[in-house]
C-alpha cells in the first residue's frame, strides 16, 4: 500500500501563490507516475498537472504558466508551485499516484490518491 499526504494548502489573496507538497510512504516502489488533481464544489475532479519519475510533465490549460510540478524521488514528495493564483483555482487538491509510467491525464489510471488540501483565493 501506498500513503499519500497533502500539505500546504490554505487561504491566499488572488494574485498570490502558494506551494502544495504530497509526501509518499509505504511501498513507494510502486508507484511511478504521479499528478495533482483539484475538485471544486460541484465540479468534477480534473487533472492540474502529472510528472513521470524522469521529470516529463503534462498540465491542464487553465493552469500553464503559472503552475509548475516536480518532485524529489529520494524523499518521495511531489510539489505545486502555484503562482498567481486565481478564484477559479480554489478548490481542494489531491495528491495522486499510478504505477504507470505516464503523466496520464486519465483519472482512472491513478490508483492512490490522498485525501486532499485545501486552496481558497480571496478577491
Known amino acids: 500500500q501506498v500513503q499519500l499526504v497533502e500539505s500546504g494548502g490554505g487561504l491566499v489573496q488572488a494574485g498570490g501563490s502558494l506551494r502544495l507538497s504530497c509526501a509518499a510512504s509505504?511501498?513507494?516502489?510502486?508507484?511511478?507516475?504521479m499528478g495533482w488533481y483539484r475538485q471544486a464544489p460541484g465540479k468534477e475532479r480534473e487533472l492540474v498537472a502529472a510528472?513521470?519519475?524522469?521529470?516529463?510533465?503534462n498540465y491542464a490549460d487553465s493552469v500553464k504558466g503559472r503552475f509548475t510540478i516536480s518532485r524529489d524521488n529520494a524523499k518521495n514528495t511531489l510539489y505545486l508551485q502555484m503562482n498567481n493564483l486565481q478564484y477559479e483555482d480554489a478548490a481542494v487538491y489531491h495528491c495522486?499516484?499510478?504505477?504507470?509510467?505516464?503523466?496520464?491525464?486519465?483519472?482512472?489510471?491513478?490508483?492512490?490518491w490522498g485525501q486532499g488540501t485545501t486552496v481558497t483565493v480571496s478577491s
Open positions: 495522486a499516484a499510478t504505477p504507470g509510467g505516464f503523466a496520464t491525464s486519465r483519472r482512472s489510471d491513478y490508483i492512490y
Open positions: 509505504g511501498d513507494t516502489i510502486c508507484i511511478s507516475a
Open positions: 510528472i513521470t519519475s524522469g521529470g516529463s510533465t
